[in-house]
């Protein structure tokens, strides 16, 4: 059985699927939406393929890892998971026959599709390739209290990470080269960390189950689509919840919740050529204008109805969450269990 990790960080959201839209979804791991086999972290338009060549003289860039960094000891992922994406699994969990139909509409050939696709048309990041890369990776799973999965860097003009977990195979991480560009060493690992949250908290068995199930219902004929409908708004809410979850992922590896905020921003609004200009403290004002503005019984409405069908909530929610996380006890409880690790540096 496929399990999956998307976009994760992403700001990739997601709407109901067409025909069209359904076929994409089961094969193509490439898209920067939510599949049945990847999350992802990133920009994304419905049912977008990223298959372009590079630029010219396009470069991957990466900085050197920190000295240090803490490491929490004997983490769960129950440490950190965020109480609606606790309370969002077990009403999937109460779903009857989820289990048995995800592993009937996912078969062998499917996750293999996914595999190959992903793998062939990437760089293996390893200590022979992409060196400072790996030992980003390396230390965020540290961090986090896991085995570091592979990683992967694809050419995409689309900021965008996601995770792909199959049966028999081991996890991977992939990475696009434009997400290198957008952002600084730190905000990158960060991105990773997030990427590995998903794992560590086995999102990619409820994403894939639901995802196969949502889409098989949209073929029933007659009620098939109010059953897919009402199944959709469930995997939405729980997939909205695990964002959350995996946001304190990254808050933990990079220990300063400017930088988980600075990576949403630049998904929501930034360029490598103005990224340097952009203010997290502005960000974090524009985030608190907008709860004022949807405080009213209008307001409300229409934000339930903007985000209802989205797959990952709105950067500025997720940015004023994870500045609300950073100053709470269940925060600063983590952090006394945290011994320090040392990196060597490369020069």
Same mark, same amino acid.
């Given at each position: 059985m496929?399990?999956?990790?998307?976009s994760?960080?992403? !700001?990739?959201? @997601?709407?109901r699927?067409?025909?069209a839209?359904?076929?994409?979804?089961?094969?193509s791991s490439?898209?920067?939406?939510?599949?049945?086999?990847?999350?992802g972290?990133?920009?994304?338009?419905k049912?977008q393929r990223?298959?372009?060549?590079?630029?010219?003289?396009?470069r991957?860039? =990466?900085?050197?890892?920190?000295?240090?960094?803490?490491f929490?000891r004997?983490l769960?992922?129950d440490?950190?998971?965020?109480?609606l994406?606790? *309370?969002?699994?077990? =009403?999937?969990?109460? =779903?009857?026959g989820?289990n048995?139909?995800?592993?009937?509409l996912?078969?062998?050939?499917?996750e293999? =599709?996914?595999? !190959?696709?992903n #793998?062939?048309?990437?760089?293996l990041?390893s200590?022979n390739?992409l060196s400072?890369?790996?030992?980003?990776?390396?230390?965020a799973?540290q961090?986090?209290?896991?085995?570091?999965?592979?990683?992967y860097?694809?050419?995409?003009?689309?900021?965008?990470a996601? &995770?792909?977990?199959?049966s028999g195979q081991?996890p991977?991480?992939?990475?696009h &080269?434009?997400?290198?560009?957008l952002?600084?060493?730190k905000?990158l690992?960060?991105?990773?960390?997030?990427e590995?949250?998903?794992l560590k908290?086995?999102?990619?068995v409820?994403?894939?189950?639901?995802?196969?199930l949502?889409l098989g219902a949209y &073929?029933?004929p007659?009620i098939?689509?109010? #059953?897919?409908?009402?199944?959709e +708004? %469930?995997?939405?809410r729980?997939l909205?919840?695990?964002?959350? &979850?995996?946001?304190?992922?990254?808050? !933990?590896?990079a220990?300063?919740?400017?930088?988980v905020i600075?990576?949403?921003?630049?998904?929501?609004?930034?360029s490598?050529?103005i990224a340097d200009?952009?203010n997290?403290?502005a960000?974090l +004002? %524009?985030a @608190?204008?907008y709860?004022?503005?949807s405080s009213s019984?209008?307001?409300?409405y229409i934000?339930?109805a *903007?985000? @209802? %069908?989205?797959?990952?909530?709105?950067?500025?929610?997720r940015?004023?969450?994870?500045?609300?996380?950073? @100053?709470s006890l269940g925060?600063q409880?983590?952090?006394k269990?945290a011994i320090?690790?040392t990196?060597?540096?490369?020069?």
């Open positions: 496929a399990s999956v990790s998307l994760s960080l992403s !700001l990739a959201h @997601r709407r699927p067409d025909a839209a359904a076929a994409a979804l089961t094969f490439s898209d920067l939406r939510f599949r049945s086999a990847s999350f972290f990133g920009l994304a338009k049912n990223v298959f372009g060549l590079a630029k010219k003289n396009q991957v860039r =990466i900085s050197v890892c920190r000295a240090s960094s803490l929490i004997n769960d992922a440490d950190f998971r965020h109480p994406d606790k *309370q969002n699994t077990l =009403i999937l969990r109460a =779903i009857p989820l048995e139909l995800g592993k009937a996912l078969g062998s050939v499917t293999q =599709i996914m595999l !190959l696709e #793998i062939g048309t990437s760089v990041v200590k390739q400072e890369l790996h030992q980003l990776m390396t230390e799973a961090i986090l209290n896991m085995e570091a999965p592979d990683l860097v694809r050419q995409s003009p689309v900021p965008n996601y &995770t792909l977990a199959i081991k991977f991480v992939v990475v &080269t434009s997400l290198v560009e952002l600084t060493r905000e690992q960060a991105v990773l960390a997030h590995l949250g998903h908290c086995d999102h990619g409820w994403l894939t189950f639901a995802n196969f949502t &073929t029933v007659g098939g689509w109010l #059953i897919a409908r009402n199944l +708004e %469930q995997l939405f729980w909205r919840a695990a964002e959350l &979850t995996c946001d304190r992922a990254a808050l !933990l590896v220990q300063d919740p400017k930088v600075s990576v949403l921003m630049k998904l929501a609004g930034g490598p050529s200009q952009l997290v403290d960000f +004002e %524009q @608190r204008s709860d004022r503005a019984s209008v307001g409300l934000r339930n *903007q985000t @209802r %069908q989205l797959s990952h909530p709105l950067p500025v929610l940015a004023r969450e994870i500045d609300e996380w950073s @100053r925060y409880q983590l952090l269990r320090q690790i990196t060597p540096q490369n020069v």
